[in-house]
Structure formats: C-alpha cells, structure tokens
C-alpha cells in the first residue's frame, strides 16, 4: 500500500494529524490457561447477547413507547405539536443513547475477545445494525401486508 493511503495518514495525503496513527496489533494475543479462554469466551458472548438485545429495542420498543408517550402527552395537553415534539425527542434520546451503550458493549467485547485469544480487530456492532434492520424491516413488511393494512379503505367509483 502507499505510503500516501488515506486511512494511513488520517485522511491527509500530505501528513498525518496527531493521534490517528493505524492501530498496530501484537502478532499473536498474549496466551492464558485453557480456563481463562473459556471464561473470557463466555463472557465475549454474555456482551455481545447484551448487545444485540438493546439494538433489537431501536426498532420497535422504543418508538412504540415514546409514541405512546406522546399521545399521553397530546391527550392531556390538547396539543398534538407538543405530543408529536415529545415523541420526537425522547425517541431520538433513547436511540442515541442505545447506540452509544452498543459501541461500549462492542469495544468491551473486542477486548475479551482478544483476551480469549481471537484475533479480533472489527465489532460486531455495524452487522448487527444491519441484520437487525433488515429483520425488523422483514417483520414489518410481512405484518404489514398479513393484516390488510396495505389495502385502501376508499370505496371503488362506480
């Protein structure tokens, strides 16, 4: 690779800005008793099922609780905008702050990870977006058209 690759200079072809050296793994992760490795294993897959359990509330718990909310908030104060901005906020709060306790959990399972002697240099984090977004999208679709909410409920001219 060049010497001029921009993941290699910080996205500079010219230098490298302070602190955004390449990460440099050791060859081989330092080696434990065959107890530690089972341990560190199955505490590597305790974090990741944490994980996915709080990425699988971005698609459906969450909105569904902060819409709740908000039609709580409309029924009271007669105000559908300050339902709607309620909603809004607490949804986009709650999956901010989801998504920012998955990339801890994600960075703690690289390192056990690697402390049970993986080679584990990428998270799992952006996959499971993805999977749980097409799962949820699946899901959505399939209820979507099973129930008839797809059909019109405008009568044909005639």
């Not at 290699?8 to 800005?17: A, M, N, P, Q, Y």
């Not at 909603?87 to 986009?92: I, S």
């Not at 702050?97 to 994600?106: G, N, R």
Request: without cysteine; proline residues 6%.
């Amino acid at each position: 690779m060049p010497a001029n690759d921009p993941t290699d200079t910080g996205g500079l072809f010219i230098g490298r800005r302070p602190g955004t050296a390449p990460m440099r793994y050791r060859k081989q992760p330092a080696t434990a008793e065959a107890g530690r490795h089972r341990v560190d294993t199955v505490l590597a897959v305790a974090i990741l099922v944490v994980e996915a359990m709080a990425l699988a509330t971005l698609w459906g718990p969450q909105p569904a609780g902060w819409l709740w909310i908000g039609s709580h908030v409309f029924h009271e104060t007669d105000s559908v905008s300050l339902g709607i901005v309620v909603a809004f906020l607490g949804m986009l709060l709650t999956i901010f702050s989801t998504i920012k306790v998955a990339m801890v959990l994600d960075r703690a399972w690289k390192l056990v990870r690697r402390a049970s002697g993986h080679e584990q240099r990428k998270g799992a984090l952006e996959r499971m977006v993805v999977v749980s977004m097409a799962i949820a999208g699946a899901a959505f679709f399939i209820w979507f058209m099973s129930t008839g909410a797809a059909t019109t409920s405008v009568p044909p001219r005639g």
